[in-house]
Each structure stands twice: as C-alpha cells, then as structure tokens.
C-alpha cells in the first residue's frame, strides 16, 4: 500500500522516466547525427527567440515543481495530522472502554454484596471482590478473585452443640387435617391460664370403631356445630373414638363450647359414641387417660386440676351413666362440683 509520500515522490519521477524513453526510441542514425554535431555549433545555431522560449519553458517546470514541493509538503502535514488524530482517539476509546468496563463491574459487584448483605446478613460479602464476566444464557457469570473466609470456629461450636432429644414416641395424636376439618368460621379465643377443670363428655352419635368411621362422624358432626347450632367451630378440644386414637377438635389453649360456666377454664374430651349402657373400649379408655397426663406436660392443663363430667357442669345425660361411673374411679375426679343440682347423673349421688 502506498503512502502520500510515495505518491509524491513518483510523480517526480515520471518525466524522467518519459525522456529516457524517448531516448531509447531515438533511430541509430539520429543518434550519429547528435554526437556528431558539436556543441558550440549547436549553441551557435540557437536563435534568441529560442533562448527566450527556452528560458520561459525551464521558469514554468521550476514553478510548477515548486507548487508539487508544496502540495506534497501540506499532504505530509495532513497526513500526520490524520494520523495523529487517529492515534489519540484510539487511545481515548482505549482508555474510556476499561473505565468503563471497570464501572460496571464494581456495579454489579456492589449489587451482589447488597443481596448478601439483604438476604444472610452477614460479612463475607465484604471480602468479595469481583472482577471480568461474560453473558451467558442465564445471566452474568463473575470470576471471585479473593478468598472467602468463614466462620469456622462458630460452625464447629455448633455441631459440638448436644442436640435438643424429642421423644421417641411423642403423643400420638391425630391433627384436624387427618380427618379433613374445615377452618374455623371465626377467631377462637385462648385460654388465659392452664386448664383448671378437664371435663368428660360423649358426642351421642354413632361410635366409631375405625379411623375411616370416625373421620366421618367428626367432619359431620362439625358441619352440624358450625351450620345448626352456629358455634365458630367444632365444640370440643379433643375426641377419643373406639379405635383408640385422640382426634384433635379445637385443640389446646383454646376455648371449647360445651359448659357455658367453665369453657373459659376447661378442657373437654368427648368419647365419640353414646356409652348410656356400655363403656368405650380400653385402649380408648387408656388413650383418653395418657392425653391428659400429656396435656400436664405441655402446660396446657394445671397440675391441679379438677376432673369433672360433662353433666356435673349442664343438665345433660353426658358422658352416659355406664362412663360416669368409670370417670369416677380416675384421679383427680372432684364429686362435689353437681351444677347447683340441675345435672340429672350426678342429683342421684
């Protein structure tokens, strides 16, 4: 590739080249004829006229080569002018382009210790220094120069924490979900202190002798609580079926509707059934017994509490007279609490 310079430099060159030519093509005899001649006689020969016109022809050439010096002069000044311009915006845009790059990576740098700081609140984000990256298919990918250090001293503390020992075999009771409860209608008040009266009752339905039985009992039933007799949910804390497992109604801490005088004081449990003649199953006797004491342990039920029957609190046949003779036999069973005479079981004591 050519520079102006060369360009110039050739067009000096050219009628030099012409003339040699024209030389070369010059005949034999032609040439005789000139070296024969002599050069006082060809001056000789010229006529003032000649001398003029030559003299004006060589005045021409030496302007007209003067204007070529300086247009190639000025092409030389613009050309280094082109090409230092181009020299120093190429390095502007050298140095713009990493200060610009660097910015954003200190941008995304700071955004990502942002989100650590957010999110774990902790300082390891403050030790992360971020540096180049790439797009990729699912976002940006940072290379991580420093190193992270952790708190190892504070993991190896907890792992030689001892672990918190839960029962093997906790309670095992059958939470509303197992038998397909629905939502309390409305916010059911907490008890304000453990339970001081656990009371017995029976729900005089149908008795239920597998999981199956009773999780339709207790569903119908709740349905006939909260439909018929407007209550905000099913009216017991728990019910003992005849399978022998504990089915949770309202659960603990919460008030029940069965007694209006003690549900903000009281546990009820309800043996699913009517047990007017006949008593509920061992196993379910025993679960019934075994919620209790759980309920002591949790802090939902007072250490002291009084075991009553469901008709010593309201004139009722509940929990039937065969189970009120059982519940009778239990601890803490109080006999004097008869609901000032009105409960029908407990008058004929």
């Keep these: 590739?050519?520079?102006?310079?060369?360009?110039?430099?050739?067009?000096?060159?050219?009628?030099?080249?012409?003339?040699?030519?024209?030389?070369?093509?010059?005949?034999?005899?032609?040439?005789l004829e000139v070296t024969d001649q002599n050069p006082n006689d060809h001056d000789s020969d010229l006529s003032d006229a000649d001398t003029t016109e030559i003299d004006e022809e060589e005045s021409r050439t030496s302007e007209s080569d003067r204007q070529l010096v300086l247009k190639n002069q000025e092409l030389n000044y613009l050309d280094g002018d082109i090409d230092e311009g181009?020299?120093?915006a190429f390095e502007t845009k050298m140095n713009t382009l990493p200060r610009y790059r660097s910015n954003l990576m200190d941008t995304a740098a700071g955004i990502i210790r942002d989100t650590l700081n957010d999110t774990s609140r902790s300082r390891i984000a403050?030790?992360?220094?971020?540096?180049?990256?790439?797009p990729v298919h699912i976002g940006h990918i940072f290379n991580i120069t420093e190193q992270v250090v952790l708190n190892i001293e504070n993991n190896d503390q907890n792992c030689e924490r001892p672990m918190k020992v839960y029962p093997k075999d906790p309670f095992p009771l059958l939470k509303r979900i197992s038998w397909l409860a629905q939502p309390s209608v409305a916010e059911i008040e907490y008890l304000?202190?453990?339970?001081?009266?656990?009371?017995?009752?029976?729900?005089?339905?149908?008795?239920?002798?597998?999981?199956?039985?009773?999780?339709?009992?207790?569903?119908?039933?709740?349905?006939?609580?909260?439909?018929?007799r407007g209550w905000r949910d099913i009216a017991y804390n728990f019910c003992i079926g005849s399978d022998g497992n504990a089915y949770e109604g309202r659960g603990w801490y919460k008030e029940g509707r069965?007694?209006?005088?003690?549900?903000?004081?009281?546990?009820?449990i309800a043996f699913v059934g009517c047990f007017l003649k006949h008593l509920p199953p061992k196993k379910s006797l025993i679960r019934c017994q075994k919620l209790i004491n759980h309920?002591?342990?949790?802090?939902?039920?007072?250490?002291?509490?009084?075991?009553?029957?469901?008709?010593?609190?309201?004139?009722?046949?509940?929990?039937?007279?065969?189970?009120?003779?059982?519940?009778?036999?239990?601890?803490?069973?109080?006999?004097?609490?008869?609901?000032?005479?009105?409960?029908?079981?407990?008058?004929?004591d």
């Design 1 to 31: 590739m050519c520079t102006i310079r060369e360009l110039s430099d050739a067009n000096f060159t050219e009628p030099v080249k012409e003339e040699n030519k024209s030389t070369k093509c010059m005949g034999r005899d032609q040439q």
């Design 192 to 228: 304000k202190e453990p339970a001081k009266y656990v009371i017995i009752c029976h729900t005089a339905t149908e008795e239920g002798f597998s999981q199956a039985e009773n999780v339709l009992i207790l569903r119908l039933m709740q349905t006939f609580h909260i439909e018929s």
């Design 86 to 88: 181009l020299c120093n």
């Design 295 to 348: 309920g002591i342990e949790i802090g939902a039920i007072s250490p002291d509490f009084q075991l009553v029957a469901h008709c010593q609190c309201r004139p009722t046949l509940s929990p039937g007279p065969r189970l009120f003779e059982e519940v009778k036999t239990w601890k803490n069973f109080n006999p004097i609490i008869k609901n000032s005479h009105l409960c029908v079981l407990a008058s004929k």
């Design 258 to 268: 069965h007694s209006v005088s003690y549900n903000k004081f009281s546990i009820a």
């Design 126 to 134: 403050d030790l992360i220094s971020v540096e180049g990256g790439g």
